[in-house]
Nanobody, 127 residues
Framework: QVQLVESGGGSVQAGGSLRLSCGAS????????MGWFRQAPGKEREGVAV????????YYADSVKGRFTISQDNAKNTVYLQMDSLKPEDTAMYFC????????????????????WGQGTQVTVSS
């Protein structure tokens, strides 16, 4: 079992920055695909960015490329999402997700493949 705890959400004006953190506990020894999804009111949950903890390969949604950066600290079993140049359309509940697998791969944004989820942290961007 893997437990995920997110932190770092909040409210910010457009153009501002936030950094989300996701700490993993429990089964932390295996390689994982770990990262972030988000869900805005009335919309489906969508993949934002993930990282393969073995090797550090990163994957991003087109809507956040060049603005968001995902990174990891393996010693702390933590994944970070640095969000810059935030836009009102980034407003959503952000969820950390993890799957015990060696590589994220091309299907990284498929929600159903992730077994472990955090409870979410709210990000609100005002114009």
């Amino acid at each position: 079992q893997v437990q995920l705890v997110e932190s770092g959400g909040g409210s910010v004006q457009a153009g501002g920055s936030l950094r989300l953190s996701c700490g993993a506990s429990g089964y932390t020894y295996g390689h994982k695909c770990m990262g972030w999804f988000r869900q805005a009111p009335g919309k489906e949950r969508e993949g934002v960015a993930v990282i393969s903890t073995y090797g550090g390969t990163t994957y991003y949604a087109d809507s956040v490329k060049g603005r968001f950066t995902i990174s990891q600290d393996n010693a702390k079993n933590t994944v970070y999402l640095q969000m810059d140049s935030l836009k009102p359309e980034d407003t959503a509940m952000y969820f950390c997700a993890a799957e015990i697998v060696a590589w994220c791969g091309s299907s990284w944004s498929r929600e159903a493949r992730y077994k472990y989820w955090g409870q979410g942290t709210q990000v609100t961007v005002s114009s």
